[in-house]
Nanobody, 116 residues
């Protein structure tokens, strides 16, 4: 089992920054994908950024150059640095870890609201 707890969400003005953190606990040995997703109520959850175990990162086009995904192995956290935030970034943000063979674990989500 893997337990994930997100933090760092909040209200920020457009152009501002937030740093989300996902604290992981449990059996981490076979985790090979770590990712951030976001969702507006009633809409499909969208992949924002992901990192495979080797360190290669992927970003959806709309956040490339503004968001940075990173992992702190010592603290067992997955972070998402979000700069130059836009109103359309307003969503609930979730972290997800995938462990072999293909089991996904999700956090409870953290709200990010960007005001104009």
């Amino acid at each position: 089992q893997v337990r994930l707890v997100e933090s760092g969400g909040g209200l920020v003005q457009a152009g501002g920054s937030l740093r989300l953190s996902c604290a992981a606990s449990g059996s981490m040995s076979s985790v090979y994908i770590m990712a951030w997703h976001r969702q507006t109520p009633g809409k499909q959850r969208e992949l924002v950024a992901s990192m495979i175990s080797g360190g290669t990162a992927y970003y959806v086009k709309s956040v490339k150059g503004r968001f940075t995904i990173s992992r702190d192995n010592a603290k067992n956290t997955l972070d998402l640095q979000m700069n130059s935030l836009k109103v359309e970034d307003t969503r609930v943000y979730y972290c997800r870890f995938r462990r072999t063979p293909a089991t996904d674990y999700w956090g409870q989500g953290t709200q990010v609201t960007v005001s104009s």
